[in-house]
Nanobody, 115 residues
Framework: QVQLVESGGGLVQPGGSLRLSCAAS????????MAWYRQAPGKQRELVAR???????EYADSVKGRFAISRDNVKNTGYLQMNSLKPEDTAVYYC?????????WGQGTQVTVSA
């Protein structure tokens, strides 16, 4: 059974930092690309960052220079380090594992940026 379990969300003040984790089980994690998406209330889910199986990365323009995606293939875990958080970063954050044609989603973790 495939499971992706996110953790690390919470409430943080503007300018603060959070690190999200996505623990994978039931898949050969190292061959999967991994991505983080987010969905704010009333908005469509959007791609935040992606890391390939060879650790190439890409980011949405809105988070470049503030967020960093990484992975640990020994721990079967992906990470999203989020710095200089803004209120507009408030959303539910989801991780996704991708190895065509398979795609798996986590359940999401809430990130709220507010004073």
């Amino acid at each position: 059974q495939v499971q992706l379990v996110e953790s690390g969300g919470g409430l943080v003040q503007p300018g603060g930092s959070l690190r999200l984790s996505c623990a994978a089980s039931g898949i050969a994690f190292s061959i999967y690309a991994m991505a983080w998406y987010r969905q704010a209330p009333g908005k469509q889910r959007e791609l935040v960052a992606r890391i390939s199986s060879s650790s190439s990365t890409e980011y949405a323009d809105s988070v470049k220079g503030r967020f960093a995606i990484s992975r640990d293939n020994v721990k079967n875990t992906g990470y999203l380090q989020m710095n200089s958080l803004k209120p507009e970063d408030t959303a539910v954050y989801y991780c996704k594992a991708i190895f065509h044609p398979n795609n798996y989603w986590g359940q999401g973790t809430q990130v709220t940026v507010s004073a």
